[in-house]
């Protein structure tokens, strides 16, 4: 009698193990993996699906004009690189954030553009957060629209993906709230009229329909924490680009959907 009840007890031990190990990584197996077009509503969904209705392409479309604009000393643009096939940009967003081989830290995809312009073209860097740099890495994520996610967390990136995951489960503000609690173990629960998503970032820059705006995940990570009534970091601080990385992580396989369309 006594085997079996130690049996039991040590089944379940690893059950509970296990269970603690895979939701504190991945609490989604890649067939339950949703992005958060899923939890949108029907009318938001076909908005999105719509590139003549979804209001993020005019930003596309912006975004493809700053791309080709011959600028700066140089007399350069984007194209004159990217356009060639061994520069393709056609997976560049699915990989972002990433460690920049020549600055040697994590830079996401606003970071790299104005690396970029500032390196390769030698012209100003545009602001975070601005319309032509949000116009910028909206063509640019459009570009690798139904491509897989697959950010490495590998060499130089552990570090940040950890500091991203320890972020994650944090909790933090007024409301004492970590983003597991409501993506995790409320995700597909109703807060107010809106299902609460598995909070990936597929489909950042995304246009939130609450702002009449494009969005990028920094931007998003300030409104949750405003939520949480926490003091909210500057957009492209080093903590968001950790944060980000992890959540990427987490959605690796699902597909970018940029702009994508959210309440």
């Not at 899923?38 to 209001?55: H, L, S």
């Not at 601005?130 to 697959?150: D, E, F, H, I, Q």
């Not at 007024?174 to 995700?187: P, V």
């Not at 109703?190 to 705006?213: C, T, V």
Request: net charge positive.
């Amino acid at each position: 009698m006594n085997y079996f009840i130690k049996l039991i007890i040590f089944i379940l031990a690893i059950f509970l193990f296990k269970k603690m190990c895979f939701s504190e990584d991945k609490p989604y197996s890649e067939q339950e993996l949703k992005s958060g077009s899923y939890f949108a509503k029907k009318e938001t969904r076909e908005i999105e699906k719509d590139d003549f209705a979804n209001p993020g392409m005019i930003w596309v479309e912006r975004g493809e004009e700053i791309f080709n604009l011959i600028q700066g000393p140089k007399n350069i643009s984007c194209a004159s690189c990217h356009n060639s096939s061994n520069l393709s940009l056609a997976n560049a967003a699915t990989k972002y954030p990433k460690i920049d081989k020549k600055e040697k830290y994590l830079v996401n995809l606003e970071q790299k553009i104005n690396l970029c312009r500032k390196n390769k073209m030698d012209v100003k860097s545009f602001e975070l957060e601005s319309k032509p740099l949000l116009s910028l890495s909206t063509y640019v994520s459009y570009l690798s629209r139904g491509k897989a996610m697959n950010v490495s967390i590998d060499g130089e990136a552990k570090k940040y993906f950890l500091r991203g995951k320890e972020l994650y489960f944090r909790r933090i503000g007024q409301m004492n709230l970590a983003c597991n609690q409501c993506h995790d173990e409320q995700a597909g629960s109703f807060l107010r009229s809106e299902k609460i998503s598995q909070g990936h970032i597929n489909g950042f820059p995304a246009y939130l329909m609450r702002w009449d705006n494009i969005a990028s995940a920094h931007k998003r990570f300030q409104f949750c924490n405003n939520q949480a009534r926490a003091e909210p970091l500057d957009i492209g601080h080093i903590d968001y680009n950790a944060l980000q990385l992890y959540i990427a992580w987490r959605g690796n396989s699902l597909l970018i959907e940029s702009p994508s369309v959210r309440r």
